[in-house]
């Protein structure tokens, strides 16, 4: 028999990603390796976040925040 992925919420590839946040009108975009999926029903997501980081307020208070994959073409320097 034949496998076949069909679709899905799989989140890859993995790691890095970017993750972008906005609080007001400050933007803060962050590479972050401590990501995956939680369940894929409903498809949820997660990314780990130092409170150190200038992001983690931002995120806090806003609630909000985007987990941008990267292209293969620049996977190099996001690891970096």
């Known amino acids: 028999m034949k496998k076949t992925l069909k679709g899905s919420a799989m989140l890859g590839p993995l790691p ?3 993750v972008s ?17 939680i369940n894929t029903r409903p498809p949820k997501t ?3 976040i130092r409170p150190e980081r200038h992001s983690y307020e931002m995120i806090k208070e806003s609630g909000e925040f985007v987990i941008n994959l990267t292209p293969e073409s620049l996977v190099r320097e996001a690891d970096f």
């Open 46 to 48: 997660y990314v780990s």
């Open 21 to 37: 946040a906005r609080l007001g009108d400050k933007d803060n975009i962050f590479t972050a390796a401590w990501t995956g999926m």
């Open 16 to 18: 890095p990603v970017m």
